[in-house]
């Protein structure tokens, strides 16, 4: 079994910043990508960003420039910094993981989200 645990949500105001987190725990063996999406009330969730095990990232259009996401390959955690926030940013944020567990086994799956307000 594999948990997927996110934080660091909350209400800021535009032009703030946020952090999240999210920890991996369980049956892992080895991570093979790590990522964060958005769902925004109405509409479909989506990807913000997303890092491989070789530190390779991709991120949304929206997120260029303001959003980085990064990974402690040691402590099975991934973050997004998100800078610069809009109103449009507002969403609940899901951490996804891809993975190999202790059973050589494949993983993918969701944590419970974290809610992220921008204000205008």
């Known amino acids: 079994q594999v948990q997927l645990v996110e934080s660091g949500g909350g209400l800021v105001q535009a032009g703030g910043s946020l952090r999240l987190s999210c920890a991996a725990s369980g049956r892992i063996f080895r991570i093979r990508a790590m990522g964060w999406y958005r769902q925004a009330p109405g509409k479909q969730r989506e990807l913000v960003a997303t890092?491989?095990?070789?530190?390779?990232?991709n991120y949304a259009d929206s997120a260029k420039g303001r959003f980085t996401i990064s990974r402690d390959n040691a402590k099975n955690t991934v973050s997004l910094q998100m800078n610069s926030l809009k109103p449009e940013d507002t969403a609940v944020y899901y951490c996804?993981?891809?993975?190999?567990?202790?059973?050589?086994?494949?993983?993918?799956?969701w944590g419970q989200g974290t809610q992220v307000t921008v204000s205008s």
């Open positions: 996804n993981a891809d993975l190999i567990t202790t059973g050589l086994g494949t993983y993918n799956g």
């Open positions: 890092i491989t095990s070789g530190d390779s990232t």
